[in-house]
């Protein structure tokens, strides 16, 4: 059987893996629209994070395999439709993750110095699509819309000291931009309480002993919620735990001088929903945000946020906006619900489609860590399996796999990139990281990366 996966992340990566293991016999190739593979891994992880980027050697094995081809370079539903796709393998699984944001919806989301927290990681993480990015860090304060781990992922990098950043794969321009950086307090602002918030206990205790830095915590907020948490699950009781210990319990003398001593402080926001971004007296930049006070109707994470009628406004020259990734269709061919950014399946089985399939965020919707898209992707690779051992998938036919799609590249002008040549551009970005003295010194233009493997 010949499969073709479409997108070289996670999800893409653990089911190809998954299959190649499980079948003796199948091909996998996988599609990616940028040169470079490994997606969110790549370009999603914080630099200060690299344990998390090991996962990229295991996939590597998995390209490595002589059973598996990885075809960079190539957009599909421009380059090749999904129906050329299925016209040349048995299988196709969309694995193309979320490439879009969610929006406010709100006045002012246009300002400069508005931002989505997704294309802020893109810049310093060296998405292409970023990297014109000039987020003015020209201000005092920042503000993040959202209670999850990508925005604290943010909130770090703003405040890390630049000795500590030197040392990652940051690129050299965001590097640059934050050394110059006037940023000094950023408040996390989300629209439910404590119990709610979307990060994880290990994110926020980074960010609780990040060096130089304060945290403040409102001892309103937390006050009262050791008996709210009694019978929480473990993770969310340590998580709150740790919040109400930072908020209400008095610092010690050594905690006390090093807070002191601190230059730079961040600090968590309950219960407020942004109304609008307020402009500049010229009206072209953000100076603030309206904030709308919010009470919570039920309890735990089903509670919702309903408006008061009070408002608050919160000065600050810098927003992100961290309330979602969103997956985009990708094909007229592909069935996708707009309302829940996914393509409707089940257990990875594209609805109406016999041999279409989706794994990862397109699948489930943009939550969870590496971890949970293995099993989800390990799942969708099992439904496969399954189909191809009853034969709901017709194997009996032979497909030509990328033979006929490079016919069809080949005729659109389209020049793919091969695993080997990912690896020399790999080796390019070590060597110049090397010279920093950095992992990787990232490189950001996809022009630059096909010069120097002679597209």
């Known amino acids: 059987p010949r499969i073709c996966v479409?997108?070289?992340g996670p999800a893409g990566f653990y089911t190809a893996q998954h299959i190649l293991k499980h079948h003796g016999g199948a091909q996998v190739d996988i599609y990616e629209k940028l040169p470079v593979p490994f997606g969110l891994v790549r370009f999603g992880v914080a630099p200060d994070h690299p344990e998390v980027k090991n996962v990229t050697n295991t996939f590597t094995q998995t390209a490595r395999s002589e059973r598996c081809a990885y075809y960079g370079n190539v957009t599909v539903g421009r380059d090749v439709t999904v129906a050329e796709l299925q016209q040349a393998y048995h299988a196709v699984v969309l694995s193309y993750g979320a490439e879009g944001n969610r929006v406010l919806g709100i006045p002012g989301e246009k300002l400069c110095g508005v931002h989505s927290a997704r294309a802020f990681v893109g810049w310093y993480n060296g998405l292409p699509e970023n990297r014109e990015l000039k987020p003015d860090l020209s201000c005092e304060t920042a503000l993040i819309l959202g209670h999850g781990n990508v925005a604290l992922d943010v909130a770090r990098i703003l405040l890390s000291p630049l000795q500590l950043l030197r040392k990652t794969d940051i690129t050299a321009d965001s590097?640059?931009?934050?050394?110059?950086?006037k940023v000094k307090r950023v408040?996390?602002?989300?629209?439910?309480?404590?119990?709610q918030v979307a990060f994880t206990i290990k994110e926020l205790r980074e960010m609780i002993n990040l060096p130089g830095t304060r945290p403040v915590l409102s001892p309103a907020d937390f006050t009262g919620l050791e008996n709210a948490i009694k019978d929480a699950p473990r993770p969310r009781k340590r998580l709150t735990e740790l919040m109400i210990?930072?908020?209400l319990e008095k610092p010690g003398e050594k905690t006390l001088e090093v807070q002191a001593a601190a230059l730079r402080e961040w600090g968590l926001k309950f219960q407020r929903s942004p109304q609008e971004m307020l402009p500049s007296a010229d009206g072209t930049r953000v100076r603030g945000v309206r904030l709308a006070l919010t009470r919570l109707e039920g309890s735990g994470d089903s509670a919702r946020a309903v408006p008061t009628g009070d408002v608050e406004e919160l000065e600050c020259g810098l927003v992100l906006s961290s309330i979602g990734y969103q997956s985009l269709p990708l094909d007229p061919a592909v069935p996708f619900d707009a309302q829940r950014g996914v393509i409707p399946n089940s257990s990875g089985r594209v609805e109406g489609v016999p041999g279409l399939y989706c794994s990862g965020w397109v699948k489930?919707?943009?939550t969870g860590v590496i971890i949970t898209?293995?099993?989800d992707s390990f799942d969708t690779a099992q439904s496969v399996l399954e189909d191809l051992q009853v034969g709901t998938l017709d194997v009996s036919t032979s497909r030509e796999g990328f033979g006929a799609v490079e016919s069809i590249l080949r005729s659109r002008g389209v020049r793919p990139v091969s695993f080997s040549d990912w690896e020399k551009i790999d080796a390019a970005e070590v060597s110049r990281g090397k010279a920093a003295g950095k992992p990787r010194e990232k490189i950001v233009d996809p022009q630059e990366m096909l010069q120097l493997i002679g597209h």
Request: proline fraction near 7%.
């Open 187 to 195: 408040w996390l602002v989300g629209r439910r309480g404590p119990l």
């Open 6 to 8: 479409v997108g070289s």
């Open 373 to 375: 898209t293995m099993n």
């Open 364 to 366: 489930r919707g943009p």
């Open 245 to 247: 210990k930072t908020a």
């Open 175 to 181: 590097l640059a931009a934050l050394a110059c950086s």
